[in-house]
T-cell receptor, first 113, second 119 residues
Framework: GENVEQHPSTLSVQEGDSAVIKCTYSDSASNYFPWYKQELGKGPQLIIDIRSNVGEKKDQRIAVTLNKTAKHFSLHITETQPEDSAVYFCAASIDSSNYQLIWGAGTKLIIKP | EPEVTQTPSHQVTQMGQEVILRCVPISNHLYFYWYRQILGQKVEFLVSFYNNEISEKSEIFDDQFSVERPDGSNFTLKIRSTKLEDSAMYFC?????????????????FGPGTRLTVL
C-alpha cells in the first residue's frame, strides 16, 4: 500500500525567511496531495492541495510543487510569520481508494522572531 | 463558514467500557471519515462512509469499532470495549466529493477532534 515519508520532522526558520517541507510517496497511482496545518489543540486544516495533472500551485505565500516522476511533493512558505508556527502534514490519496488519506509524520515548523 | 463539529472534546473512560464519539459533518457533504492520532504519531485512517455504508476501512478498524449515521446530521464512531491503546485523538472529517469536469475533489474538512483517554 501507499507510504508517505515527510522531512524534516522539525524546522526552525527566522521570521521572514522561507520554509520548505518535503514529502515522498510510494504508490504511483496516488493522484491527490493535500497539505494540512495543525495548530495546538485543533484539528488539521487544509491549506493547499494539488492534483497529479498539475506541477505547481500557489496561493499567496504558500506554494506546492509535485514531481510525479520522482514521486515527491513539497510545501513552500515564503515570508514566514509567527502565525505560521504549527505542525504541517502532507498526505496522499487515490480516487479509487474511496479517498482514504495516507499521512506523513508531520513537520513542526517554528518561526523565530 | 460551515465547519465539522465534534463532541465531546475530551472523553475519559475505563478500559472495557463502550464509548460513542459524535460528529456533525458539513451539511452538503457526502463522504464521512474517522481518523485517529496517537500522541506523537501519524494521523491514521480508520474508516470512510458513503451512502449509509462503509466504503473502506483500515486494519485498525476491527470488530470493536462501528460507525453509524443515525439521522440526517450526526455521524458516530462507537468503540465497544475500549483498550488502553485506543487512547488517542479521534478526528472526524467530511468531503463533498463532487464530480467536476471528470475530476473528483477530495478536500476533506476536519473537526477539532475528541481526545479519548482510556484508563
Amino acid at each position: 500500500g501507499e507510504n508517505v515519508e515527510q522531512h524534516p520532522s522539525t524546522l526552525s526558520v527566522q521570521e521572514g525567511d522561507s520554509a520548505v517541507i518535503k514529502c515522498t510517496y510510494s504508490d504511483s497511482a496516488s493522484n491527490y496531495f493535500p497539505w494540512y496545518k495543525q495548530e495546538l489543540g485543533k484539528g488539521p486544516q487544509l491549506i493547499i492541495d494539488i492534483r497529479s495533472n498539475v506541477g505547481e500551485k500557489k496561493d499567496q505565500r504558500i506554494a506546492v510543487t509535485l514531481n510525479k516522476t520522482a514521486k515527491h511533493f513539497s510545501l513552500h512558505i515564503t515570508e514566514t510569520q509567527p502565525e505560521d508556527s504549527a505542525v504541517y502534514f502532507c498526505a496522499a490519496s487515490i480516487d479509487s481508494s474511496n479517498y482514504q488519506l495516507i499521512w506523513g509524520a508531520g513537520t513542526k515548523l517554528i518561526i523565530k522572531p | 463558514e460551515p465547519e465539522v463539529t465534534q463532541t465531546p472534546s475530551h472523553q475519559v473512560t475505563q478500559m472495557g467500557q463502550e464509548v460513542i464519539l459524535r460528529c456533525v459533518p458539513i451539511s452538503n457533504h457526502l463522504y464521512f471519515y474517522w481518523y485517529r492520532q496517537i500522541l506523537g504519531q501519524k494521523v491514521e485512517f480508520l474508516v470512510s462512509f458513503y451512502n449509509n455504508e462503509i466504503s473502506e476501512k483500515s486494519e485498525i478498524f476491527d470488530d470493536q469499532f462501528s460507525v453509524e449515521r443515525p439521522d440526517g446530521s450526526n455521524f458516530t464512531l462507537k468503540i465497544r470495549s475500549t483498550k488502553l491503546e485506543d487512547s488517542a485523538m479521534y478526528f472526524c472529517a467530511s468531503s463533498e466529493a463532487t464530480p467536476l469536469a471528470g475530476l473528483v475533489y477530495n478536500e476533506q474538512f476536519f473537526g477539532p477532534g475528541t481526545r479519548l483517554t482510556v484508563l
